[in-house]
């Protein structure tokens, strides 16, 4: 079945430090690829999507491109604040309204 | 701002005590999700609706329920929960528009005693 593996957590960077967050999936055909952020007591908020092979989503300085040949949709900031704080998951739709499968998710931790 | 409200935020039971958990909408969207998710665990899909179509997991154990008796009102009965039921339970929604996006809700945190 479809899976996403993503890079353990937590992560505590510096403000202003570079974030890469590492996200894998193993799915059966042209997957649609997410970020989600999920912000001390609340629920996920979707960050970014791609849809297709080399898309790239953005959102609020984050980026990831979908690669399709590695398999991956690696998650990057050039500059993380204090508030980009949270746990983020990497996730898969196989597409239509079928269930998002999602990684394990990763704390992020960015101090002053 | 059209929304996913989840009630109560909050929720603690006792072993065995039959619990309802709250989810309404503004967004008019026609499918609504469960998922149940465990500390420091990926969110688990339990179920959701299409309109008045109910769709089960099929590892969703039967002592979880689901109610929706209108598009923006669904329920999660949790029929006898055990301590493993312990879990922040989100509720989402989505739209055929954006079939892939979902919106979800702030969860309920549900503790057994």
């Known amino acids: 079945g479809d899976s996403v593996t993503q890079m353990e957590g937590p992560v505590t960077l510096s403000e202003e430090a570079f974030l890469t967050i590492n996200c894998t999936y193993t799915?059966?055909?042209?997957?649609?690829l997410f970020w989600y952020v999920q912000y001390p007591g609340e629920g996920l908020q979707l960050l970014l999507k791609a849809t297709k092979a080399d898309d790239k989503g953005s959102n609020k300085g984050f980026e990831a491109t979908y690669r399709k040949e590695t398999t991956s949709f690696h998650l990057e900031k050039g500059s993380v604040q204090v508030s980009d704080s949270a746990v983020y998951f990497c996730a898969l739709t196989p597409g239509g309204y079928q269930k998002v499968t999602f990684g394990t998710g990763t704390k992020l931790q960015v101090i002053p | 701002d059209a929304m996913v409200i989840q009630n109560p935020r909050y929720q603690v039971t006792q072993f065995g005590k039959p619990v309802t958990l709250s989810c309404s909408q503004t967004l008019n969207h026609n499918v609504m999700y469960w998922y149940q998710q465990k500390s420091s665990q990926a969110p688990k899909l339990l179920f959701h609706y299409y309109d008045k179509d109910f769709n089960n997991e099929a590892d969703t154990p039967d002592n979880f329920q689901s109610r929706r008796p209108n598009t923006s009102f669904c329920f999660l009965d949790i029929r006898s929960p055990g301590l493993g039921d312990a879990a922040m339970y989100l509720c989402?929604?989505?739209?055929?528009?954006?079939?892939?996006?979902?919106?979800f809700g702030p969860g309920t945190r549900l503790t057994v005693l």
């Open positions: 799915a059966t055909g042209y997957p649609s």
């Open positions: 989402a929604t989505s739209t055929p528009a954006r079939p892939d996006t979902q919106y």
